[in-house]
């Protein structure tokens, strides 16, 4: 399972520029650098969650890890889109939602409010998740939860799409 998770809100092209790669490496090799050249020329454009990103989609899914939990577009928001990797693995996430998407989740973040991410964090079963399901964690991952809608709205406003990535 990859600790840490960003966000990215990223241009249609750069997408088509990381399907073009063939290996999930070379994807993997790509996306550091990538990552490397967004904190330095667009760092608005990243949302770090840290490893908050797995409580934050289980928090959304009903208390579920994998990508077919909870409802749309809310289990969409970190898990849910277009896998980009060849193989379906459980090291390294990168994942995108298009713009119809991106539009779709950030409404539906604009108006999620703090009770219901709180109630489906809790629905988390402790013996799946390798964290304390507590109000300390809880809290850790809502400081993470800004970057998430901030992101989105962003990406609305730029017509940027948005990728999620993880290893």
Same mark, same amino acid.
């Given at each position: 399972?990859?600790d840490c998770?960003?966000?990215?809100a990223?241009?249609?092209?750069?997408? /088509?520029?990381i399907?073009?790669? =063939?290996s999930? %490496?070379d994807k993997?090799?790509?996306?550091?650098?990538? @990552?490397d050249?967004? +904190?330095?020329?667009?760092p608005?454009?990243?949302a770090?969650?840290?490893?908050s990103?797995e409580a934050?989609?289980?928090?959304?899914?009903?208390?579920a890890?994998?990508?077919? /939990?909870?409802?749309?577009p809310? =289990?969409?928001? %970190?898990?849910?889109g277009?896998n980009?990797?060849?193989? @379906?693995?459980?090291? +390294?996430?990168?994942?995108?939602?298009?713009l119809?998407h991106v539009?779709?989740?950030?409404?539906?973040?604009?108006?999620?409010?703090?009770?219901?991410?709180?109630?489906?964090f809790?629905?988390?079963?402790?013996?799946?998740y390798?964290?304390?399901?507590?109000?300390e964690?809880?809290?850790?991952?809502?400081?993470? +939860?800004?970057g998430?809608?901030?992101?989105?709205?962003?990406?609305?406003k730029?017509n940027?799409?948005?990728l999620?990535?993880?290893?």
């Open positions: 399972m990859p998770g960003l966000l990215f990223i241009t249609e092209s750069e997408i /088509s520029k399907k073009a790669i =063939n999930d %490496i993997i090799d790509y996306m550091q650098e990538l @990552e050249k967004y +904190y330095d020329e667009y608005e454009r990243i770090e969650l840290d490893t990103w934050l989609h289980r928090a959304l899914c009903d208390g890890l994998n990508r077919e /939990s909870g409802t749309y809310l =289990n969409h928001v %970190i898990l849910g277009q980009l990797l060849n193989d @379906e693995n459980d090291d +390294y996430y990168l994942i995108y939602k298009d119809k539009l779709r989740i950030s409404k539906a973040l604009d108006s999620v409010s703090e009770k219901t991410i709180h109630k489906g809790f629905k988390i079963d402790q013996n799946t390798e964290y304390e399901v507590s109000e964690e809880f809290e850790l991952m809502m400081d993470w +939860y800004p998430v809608v901030e992101i989105y709205n962003l990406a609305v730029q940027l799409f948005i999620f990535v993880a290893y």
